[in-house]
């Protein structure tokens, strides 16, 4: 079992940058990627951004490219979201995700695939 705490959500001018960060904790051995979901009122979760532990490799999703970083802090168990150039349209829910399994195109951005959930901070983008 692995539990996610979520913080660095906030509320942040259009155009503006926060930093949310995951802690893991439990048995984080068993990690092989980390990541973030979203979810806006009235709308499906989505697929955010998801780090490969082994070999760094990452994923976005097209939204975000170019405006969003994701990485690791070291060799801590705590994976880091670096959101720049925020829009209205960023505001939502923010789901740290860690899974157990390989990722590929699909499964990167598919809920199901991800073991373990945070309970989500919330990023609200003014215009």
């Known amino acids: 079992q692995v539990e996610l705490v979520e913080s660095g959500g906030g509320l942040v001018q259009s155009g503006g940058s926060l930093r949310l960060s995951c802690d893991a904790s439990?048995?984080?051995?068993?990690?092989?990627?980390m990541g973030w979901f979203r979810q806006a009122p009235g709308k499906e979760r989505e697929f955010v951004a998801a780090l490969s532990w082994t070999g760094g490799s990452t994923y976005y999703a097209d939204s975000v490219k170019g405006r969003f970083s994701v990485s690791r802090d070291g060799a801590r168990d705590t994976v880091r979201l670096q959101m720049n150039s925020l829009k209205p349209e960023d505001t939502a829910s923010y789901f740290c995700v860690a899974t157990r399994w390989a990722l590929n195109s699909i499964a990167v951005v598919t809920p199901g695939h991800y073991d373990s959930w945070g309970r989500g901070t919330q990023v609200t983008v003014r215009a």
């Open positions: 439990g048995r984080t051995s068993s990690i092989y990627a």
